[in-house]
């Protein structure tokens, strides 16, 4: 999956709408110290599902909505949105039209007091849906090829079991073990559901 572009609005300090083209090759992101250059790598990360609100530098995930300054009221809403192209045969995990479009188009938007909704090529999809399809991609929010200040540092001093989710990520089979736990779940339910068929078949005889 490549990334071709980031579109912000309301979210930390890029309370005007900012839209970036990421193009082919390397990108460097320069300015001065507090301009907003870890802010452009969380968007990334918070677009694609990330759900801790520490990891986002903030106390709540609210904490990630423009909150104004001495010139500037706050704002009510924060978005970002990311277009990607999907490589061949990645799979579209249902959000595509067809298979055979690569554009994938992701929304995630947080209101206050109203928590994130997400929206994925037009349709509104589960904030589960979208971590899972940057992770099959290899590329969701805790993917090593994020690296934000003080992941080395974190790397370095990882436990094994740590050090094997990372590996995981990389290998896009962290979702698996989600849809894994999601099939056990169904598999309760249909063993609790049959019980209880037998039981019932038992009282009628
Ligand atoms: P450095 O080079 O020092 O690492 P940076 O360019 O990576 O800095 P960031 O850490 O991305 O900068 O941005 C920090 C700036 O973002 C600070 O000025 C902070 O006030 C601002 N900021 C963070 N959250 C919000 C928010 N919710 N509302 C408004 N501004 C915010």
Same mark, same amino acid.
């Given at each position: 999956?490549?990334?071709?572009?980031?579109?912000?609005?309301?979210?930390?300090?890029?309370?005007?709408?900012?839209?970036?083209?990421?193009?082919?090759?390397?990108?460097?992101?320069?300015?001065?110290?507090?301009?907003?250059?870890?802010?452009?790598?969380?968007?990334?990360?918070?677009?694609?599902?990330?759900?801790?609100?520490?990891?986002?530098?903030?106390?709540?995930?609210?904490?990630?909505?423009?909150?104004?300054?001495?010139?500037?009221?706050? +704002?009510?809403?924060?978005?970002?949105?990311?277009?990607?192209? +999907?490589?061949?045969?990645?799979?579209?995990?249902?959000?595509?039209?067809?298979?055979?479009?690569?554009?994938?188009?992701?929304?995630?938007?947080?209101?206050?007091?109203?928590?994130?909704?997400?929206?994925?090529?037009?349709?509104?999809?589960?904030?589960?849906?979208?971590?899972?399809?940057?992770?099959?991609?290899?590329?969701?929010?805790?993917?090593?090829?994020?690296?934000?200040?003080?992941?080395?540092?974190?790397?370095?001093?990882?436990?094994?079991?740590?050090?094997?989710?990372?590996?995981?990520?990389?290998?896009?089979?962290?979702?698996?073990?989600?849809?894994?736990?999601?099939?056990?779940?169904?598999?309760?339910?249909?063993?609790?559901?049959?019980?209880?068929?037998?039981?019932?078949?038992?009282?009628?005889?």
């Amino acid at each position: 999956m490549r990334i071709k572009s980031l579109k912000l609005a309301g979210f930390k300090s890029f309370v005007e709408p900012a839209d970036l083209k990421i193009e082919s090759g390397l990108t460097g992101i320069v300015g001065p110290n507090g301009c907003g250059k870890s802010n452009l790598l969380e968007a990334i990360r918070w677009v694609m599902g990330e759900n801790s609100a520490k990891s986002m530098r903030g106390g709540g995930m609210e904490d990630v909505i423009f909150a104004g300054t001495a010139s500037r009221p706050p +704002r009510d809403f924060a978005e970002v949105t990311i277009r990607a192209e +999907r490589d061949v045969g990645e799979p579209a995990a249902g959000f595509a039209s067809n298979d055979d479009d690569p554009e994938l188009e992701v929304t995630r938007r947080i209101e206050r007091g109203a928590g994130s909704a997400y929206r994925a090529n037009g349709r509104d999809v589960r904030a589960k849906d979208v971590a899972l399809i940057f992770a099959d991609a290899a590329t969701g929010a805790h993917s090593p090829a994020l690296v934000s200040q003080g992941r080395i540092g974190a790397i370095i001093a990882a436990k094994p079991q740590e050090r094997r989710q990372m590996l995981e990520e990389a290998a896009g089979i962290s979702g698996l073990h989600v849809r894994r736990k999601d099939a056990e779940q169904k598999l309760r339910a249909a063993e609790n559901n049959l019980e209880r068929l037998s039981n019932i078949l038992a009282d009628m005889d």
